[in-house]
């Protein structure tokens, strides 16, 4: 992964209207940036964008007349946006693997509560959420337990391996669930 390169800070001042005026902020930034403006001193403030979906670092300070009404701000912007998506890629990278290590045991285990409850994937899913929840353990770790639990010992009798025997010899012939009848 190529890591974007270094923003650069771009210079504002009052008269240029560099700044970010509270309008063109994010809603839920606009009070911490009209906050800083009232202020008068010095501000560093990360804010969001929503024209170009951008990210920014505001670090200025606050410019008033000589009867201290404030006129504007002048300092730097500095435009996060391209970092903080590499960040975000590269997170995701990292966190795929175990993800798709995960999935095949979640599968398994959510798998055996079909068969058992006939239940659907999704009540499956959310059986094994909430059990996670309950026991405070990652839901992949409560699956890999279940499934080991659940065959460890565990015989299957002889009329439930027949009927699987019959239905996978035989399954070529079964009419698929999802196909519809013309």
């Known amino acids: 992964m190529t890591r974007p390169e270094a923003p650069r800070a771009l210079r504002f001042g009052h008269r240029s209207g560099g700044c970010p005026s509270p309008e063109s902020v994010h ?28 990210t920014v670092v505001v670090v200025g300070a606050a410019v008033r007349d000589a009867a201290g009404a ?15 998506a590499a960040e975000q890629r590269a997170a995701v990278d990292e966190a795929l693997p ?49 499934c080991a639990a659940a065959t460890a010992g565990f015989q299957v009798g002889v009329p439930l391996r027949r009927h699987l025997d019959d239905l996978l010899l035989g399954v070529d012939g079964l009419r698929d669930p999802g196909a519809t009848v013309s």
Do not use: N, S
């Open 27 to 54: 809603p839920d930034d606009r009070p911490a940036l009209a906050a800083a403006l009232r202020g008068g001193g010095r501000f560093c403030l990360r804010l969001r964008l929503p024209e170009g979906d951008r």
């Open 70 to 84: 404030l006129l504007g701000a002048e300092g730097y912007t500095v435009d996060l946006t391209e970092i903080l």
């Open 98 to 146: 175990e993800y798709a290590r995960g999935r095949g045991v979640l599968e398994q285990a959510a798998g055996m509560l079909m068969l058992i409850y006939r239940i659907d994937a999704g009540r499956a899913a959310g059986i094994l959420e909430w059990r996670a929840a309950e026991t405070g353990l990652p839901v992949t770790e409560l699956a890999r337990r279940l």
